[in-house]
């Protein structure tokens, strides 16, 4: 199941807003789990920002995520964003580095 939630202002607790069962069935392209998760956000004027793990977010879904201007933070996966990857790997040396890229159009 992939879910949408958000955290209630006033308990701070989790809050489901909706959710994409795929057991028994094709599972989705990630290009339509993220167009599942931000379809009620097109209308926004300030949408708010997905965040997404490496398993989620490969080109197609990068690609709708910019064209519907909805911000994002997200893993990369070493399989799907490999130039990305590359340029990472130049500065991450041991266990804990972190590298944040940023593109500064968007």
Known sequence: I??????????????LL???PFLNQQTPSMEDVFRFVTDDMTALTDPPVVVSDAYYMDNAS???MRQRNIPYIAAISKKRFAEAWRETDKLV??????????NPDT
């Open 18 to 20: 909706k959710q994409m």
């Open 62 to 64: 990068r690609k709708l």
């Open 93 to 102: 040396k041991h266990r804990g580095d972190v590298v944040v890229m940023r």
């Open 2 to 15: 992939t879910q949408v939630k958000t955290k209630g202002s006033f308990s701070g607790l989790p809050f």
